[in-house]
């Protein structure tokens, strides 16, 4: 059993997609192991996304994902971090596969709905970044 960390980013809770996402990952047969909404500070998102601080897009994307509330959930299931990453789509939604949440959803390279672990180490940094153990059901 595996976790990974979702973000529902501030332009897919702006649009009213919460609900849609929520459905593609439980239909998926994910769990959802925690969740809540949350408003992230310049520093929680810099931390959050520090791997990407030499990118020259990294400005502009923690001005975009302080633009408003995001939804947090850890999802559990067998491989759920490569199944989550195949149900996202690509970064940039012009190559995202059809009927993927960035495909269907999705704005731009940066405005692109949802964020989701790539990696077992990153999944564990990221979780750790949002919710403490008893957050976790
Ligand atoms: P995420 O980490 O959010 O799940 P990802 O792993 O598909 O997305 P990364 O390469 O990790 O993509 O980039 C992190 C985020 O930075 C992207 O989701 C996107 O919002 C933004 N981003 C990535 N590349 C670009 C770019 N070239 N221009 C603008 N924003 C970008
Ligand atoms: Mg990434």
Redesign the pocket.
Known sequence: MQRTLS?I?PDGVAKGLIGEVIKVFESAGFKIAAMKMKQLSRSEAEGF?Y??ME????G??ID??VTGPVVLMVLEGEDVISRN?EI?G???PAEAREGTI?ARWAE?????I?????SEE?AAFEIAHFFSGIEIF
């Open positions: 973000i980013k996304y791997v990407h990118r020259p897009f990294f502009e994307l975009f994902m990453r996202m690509a970064t940039d960035r731009s390279k940066q405005n692109n949802v964020h989701g672990s790539d990153s």
